[in-house]
Each structure stands twice: as C-alpha cells, then as structure tokens.
C-alpha cells in the first residue's frame, strides 16, 4: 500500500496544469469571428498566484493555444506557459531538467486522455471531478470540484495547508 495523498503532498514543490477541462469548464464560447473564448475561475488564479508567491513553481501545459489564456496566466504570475504543446511528456522532461525538478515532487491536474502519460510520471497526479474515466482511474486525488469550478484552488490549497503555507495568505480580516 502506497503512501496516501495526504503524505505525498509535503513532498510537492511544483505544481503542472492543463488548461481546458482543468483552468476552464471544458466549454468553448465561439464568436461570429470564428473565436474561441473560455472562462475561467477567479479562485483558481488566486490560488495560483498565492502558490507563486509562496515560493512554488507553476507550469501549463496544454495541447490548446490561445493568446487570451496566455495573457490571463502571465498576469498571474506564471512564467512557464507551454501551449499548443503536441506532446506533453517531452515539454514536461524538458522542463523538469531545465529546474532540476524532481518528478517525485510535482502535482500534475489533468482531465482528459492526453495528460494520461505525463500523469504517470509525477509524484502526485490529480484531476477535477468530470474528467474522463482514464484519468480517475491514474489519479491518486479526484477533485471534489469540477474542471473551471475550483478543482486548482481545492489541490492547492491543500497542498499548502499541509504544508503550513496557507495561512500566510489569510490575516483572519476580509480587507
């Protein structure tokens, strides 16, 4: 019997997302130019930027490229943005040995069949709720939140509640 996903988080240093499924709700809102819009949760950015602030690594990894998803990250903090990526397990090799990032100590949430490979090679593979049966089954934590419903903020601030991190975020006063 493996360690629990409780115990596999003090271990987690750097966390990896996909984008849609994940960041958004899986929808895609086109407009009569042809564009492609997506929503995201305000909560999940919040918690991401925390998580950076906080001395942590986030990365995206997506196989969707979009400049409106890559402003939103940038605003937020994140540096690591690889999108329109055709193979996950590559960009995540690469970019693990460009940080010196050991696999065992990364969180990787990903939703649907092609985050399944890359998910297996991290310490701690999560997903939101609604992912495709695949990924539950490879998961060592399903999200209680859907895909672009808090599903990012649930892992991360759980990770850093049991790390002791998250209360510097929280003064106990709504400023």
Known sequence: MGRSYKEIMNDITTFIF???GVLTDSSVHISSTGEML????????YAMKAAIESGYTVCIISGGSNDGVRIRLR????????LG??????TFKEFTELYSILPKNVLYMGDDIPDFHVMQLVGLPTCPQDSSPEIKEVSKYISHKNG??????DVIEQ?????????????GKFD
């Open 159 to 171: 990770v850093m509640k049991v790390q002791g991190k998250w209360h510097l975020h929280y003064n």
């Open 148 to 153: 672009g419903c808090g599903a990012v903020r």
């Open 18 to 20: 996909d984008v849609d």
């Open 38 to 45: 997506r929503t995201m949760n305000i909560r999940d950015g």
């Open 85 to 90: 990526t055709p193979d996950k397990v590559e």
């Open 75 to 82: 605003n937020l903090g994140i540096t690591d943005i690889y």
